[in-house]
């Protein structure tokens, strides 16, 4: 069984930046996509990104293209989320998973997460 366990939240002025980490154990992390999602008080788990194994093929929501980054090193077990000109809007609880089976935005496909870390954008 796979574990994910995230860090680097925390609270930030609107326009600053953070840097998300994902380290997973349990299972080779290599052979498997990873995503990262959000969620608010009141509102549905929301895609943010996804990367492939090997890095080729990466998807973003529209509403952080140009902000966001994700990566990984598949050395080092882990996923990250680069986090620039944060706003408000971006305030949630993120999640990483992974062991994808269909549509990386959709949260039911992905079969395992991680705890998630509070990101607190003030304005």
């Known amino acids: 069984q796979v574990q994910l366990v995230e860090s680097g939240g925390g609270l930030v002025q609107a326009g600053g930046s953070l840097r998300l980490s994902c380290a997973a154990s349990g299972r080779t992390f290599s052979n498997y996509a990873m995503g990262w999602f959000r969620q608010s008080p009141g509102k549905e788990r929301e895609f943010v990104a996804s990367?492939?194994?090997?890095?080729?093929?990466?998807y973003y929501t529209d509403s952080v293209k140009g902000r966001f980054t994700i990566s990984r090193d598949n050395a080092k077990n882990t996923v990250y989320l680069q986090m620039n000109s944060l706003k408000p809007e971006d305030t949630a609880v993120y999640y990483c998973a992974t062991d994808n089976r269909g549509d990386y935005s959709v949260p039911n496909y992905w079969k395992s997460w991680g705890q998630g870390t509070q990101v607190t954008v003030s304005s």
């Open positions: 990367i492939s194994s090997n890095s080729r093929i990466i």
